[in-house]
């Protein structure tokens, strides 16, 4: 199954819309960055990664400041090129794709025992890639509740999942250039048990263009967008 559809006559093909989650998605504007405030944003993924929180603003402000940059501008562009969000009241970072540093329903329990949460399904997928390492992703269906276990290994690269009929819906609100992938995106990335769940909430959710596809793709959509975001 490479992707289906929902029930809807405007429904969307699978690689449309897996194409527009990888147009949101931050590699391509991570690229653009200058090679130091690159180094700063890895700085922010590292910490998220060994400890499943991020680092506090004072630690990202020094290490700004030892890679020649300004640390409140630095975190400014960051935010703008929607690569990394920070609160509004206390102006912490609350999340840097493919982290969270609230919880969410998908969780990465990763080999060296940080937990981090992802932002969405996709998310957790790619991180082990990401980090070139295994782990466990723990997650909910959220048509039925129902938890679904993802066993990682070959560095990210295999992924045996149960229940064994689990499906993905990729999905956005409206149009992706509309807001944050946080806002349009991450909320319509999900795992669910089986395909009818998906279709479900999907009728649910009319708002929500989208696509059911299998395991495999899933995956390979997770490795496709943070596979290379630490390289």
């Given at each position: 199954?490479?992707?289906?559809?929902?029930?809807?006559?405007?429904?969307?093909?699978?690689?449309?819309?897996?194409?527009?989650?990888?147009?949101?998605?931050?590699?391509?504007?991570?690229?653009?960055?200058?090679?130091?405030?690159?180094?700063?944003?890895?700085?922010?993924?590292?910490?998220?990664?060994?400890?499943?929180?991020?680092?506090?603003?004072?630690?990202?402000?020094?290490?700004?400041?030892?890679?020649?940059?300004?640390?409140?501008?630095?975190?400014?562009?960051?935010?703008?090129?929607?690569?990394?969000?920070?609160?509004?009241?206390?102006g912490d970072i609350v999340y840097a794709y493919p982290f969270?540093?609230?919880?969410?329903?998908?969780?990465?329990?990763?080999?060296?025992?940080?937990?981090?949460?992802?932002?969405?399904?996709?998310?957790?997928?790619?991180?082990?890639?990401?980090?070139?390492?295994?782990?466990?992703?723990?997650?909910?269906?959220?048509?039925?509740?129902?938890?679904?276990?993802?066993?990682?290994?070959?560095?990210?690269?295999?992924?045996?999942?149960?229940?064994?009929?689990?499906?993905?819906?990729?999905?956005?609100?409206?149009?992706?250039?509309?807001?944050?992938?946080?806002?349009?995106?991450?909320?319509?990335?999900?795992?669910?048990?089986?395909a009818e769940h998906a279709h479900a909430w999907a009728a649910?959710?009319?708002?929500?263009?989208?696509?059911?596809?299998?395991?495999?793709?899933?995956?390979?959509?997770?490795?496709?967008?943070?596979?290379?975001?630490?390289?």
């Amino acid at each position: 199954m490479k992707g289906t559809p929902v029930t809807r006559t405007s429904a969307p093909p699978a690689d449309t819309v897996c194409g527009s989650v990888l147009d949101v998605a931050p590699g391509r504007r991570i690229t653009a960055l200058d090679p130091a405030t690159r180094a700063l944003h890895r700085m922010i993924l590292r910490a998220f990664a060994a400890t499943g929180g991020p680092p506090a603003v004072p630690a990202v402000a020094a290490a700004a400041a030892e890679l020649g940059l300004d640390p409140r501008k630095s975190l400014a562009g960051l935010v703008d090129r929607d690569i990394i969000g920070m609160g509004a009241r206390r102006g912490d970072i609350v999340y840097a794709y493919p982290f969270s540093a609230r919880p969410t329903a998908h969780r990465v329990h990763l080999v060296d025992g940080a937990q981090p949460y992802a932002m969405c399904a996709v998310d957790a997928l790619g991180m082990p890639a990401m980090l070139n390492s295994d782990a466990l992703i723990t997650s909910v269906d959220p048509y039925s509740g129902e938890s679904i276990t993802i066993t990682v290994t070959d560095k990210g690269r295999t992924a045996r999942w149960q229940p064994g009929g689990c499906v993905a819906f990729i999905g956005t609100a409206g149009d992706c250039c509309a807001g944050t992938a946080a806002q349009v995106c991450c909320d319509y990335l999900n795992v669910f048990t089986s395909a009818e769940h998906a279709h479900a909430w999907a009728a649910g959710h009319p708002h929500v263009r989208g696509c059911v596809v299998d395991r495999d793709r899933a995956l390979r959509l997770g490795i496709d967008v943070f596979g290379d975001l630490l390289g």
